[in-house]
């Protein structure tokens, strides 16, 4: 280890507890990737996500960021596999993404997907480190990079790994200043207040089955996860959207960013 590694280790070691922790680690991996943005979230169940560190570098709105904060967030696929206990590390959003995610509502959405309102449609690698605090309390420092130019190539992935140990520990311990979420007995205990408020005239069965829609998951992939058969869930799906006087996951979709608008008005 030469006096620059030291250096810069011993900036990250002071950072740790502070607002500067993710300018910190951005300037760390300068020179070893290329981003064009960058971001830590604290994510809570049932919390508004907290950003604690803004590395869009102006490029998103105040309102996108503002509107994700108040419950696009639920969609995202790393707050999902945070809630879900799902391993920590690094992992790209593509490898934790529901199968239709990318069709999906939030992932087109410039007025509630950060990553996408740079430019309305363009594809974005995005790639974070997951770090569990406790139950259903995490931590996500996420880098992005516009696909037009050239997606994160292995190299780069390569020296991302293998900082896994030093990130995380770091995080862990700038983490220990939050208070973990208490875990909830009500019977809603799966389904945070956005999506019951959003659906509240559904069935529980259904309101799940609309989350797990909402989130980008196909009829096959609801059917896997439930373990019914898929024509089960077209039932279901049917029925829900019965209920909700809508035909389309698009009048789904906007019935949940207008509710999350409603509550933030």
């Not at 760390?28 to 803004?54: K, N, Q, T």
């Not at 490898?95 to 959405?109: K, M, Q, T, W, Y």
């Not at 995380?168 to 007995?185: C, D, I, K, M, N």
């Amino acid at each position: 280890m030469n006096t620059q590694d030291v250096d810069a280790l011993a900036r990250l070691i002071a950072a740790i507890g502070s607002a500067s922790l993710g300018q910190t680690l951005c300037d760390l991996l300068d020179g070893l990737v290329s981003f064009d943005m960058s971001c830590l979230y604290l994510f809570r169940f049932d919390h508004p996500a907290e950003l604690l560190h803004d590395g869009y570098r102006g490029k998103v709105a105040a309102r996108t960021l503002d509107a994700y904060s108040r419950g696009g967030y639920l969609l995202d696929p790393f707050y999902v596999a945070s809630m879900n206990r799902h391993p920590a590390g690094l992992w790209r959003m593509s490898e934790l993404a529901p199968d239709s995610f990318f069709a999906s509502g939030f992932a087109i959405s410039p007025d509630l997907h950060p990553c996408v309102s740079s430019t309305h449609g363009t594809e974005i690698d995005e790639i974070g480190y997951i770090v569990h605090l406790g139950t259903r309390t995490a931590l996500v420092f996420s880098l992005m990079k516009a696909q037009a130019p050239g997606a994160l190539d292995e190299s780069e992935v390569v020296h991302l790994q293998r900082l896994t140990p030093l990130i995380s520990a770091v995080l862990e311990q700038h983490g220990r200043q939050f208070p973990r979420h208490v875990e909830s007995v009500s019977k809603d205990s799966q389904l945070e207040s956005a999506f019951v408020g959003a659906l509240g005239q559904l069935t529980e069965a259904q309101r799940y089955i609309a989350k797990l829609l909402l989130q980008g998951h196909s009829n096959a992939s609801i059917a896997r996860q439930l373990g019914i058969s898929e024509g089960t869930v077209k039932v279901h799906k049917h029925n829900l959207y019965g209920r909700l006087g809508i035909s389309s996951h698009a009048e789904l979709f906007r019935l949940f960013i207008g509710y999350i608008a409603q509550v933030g008005s």
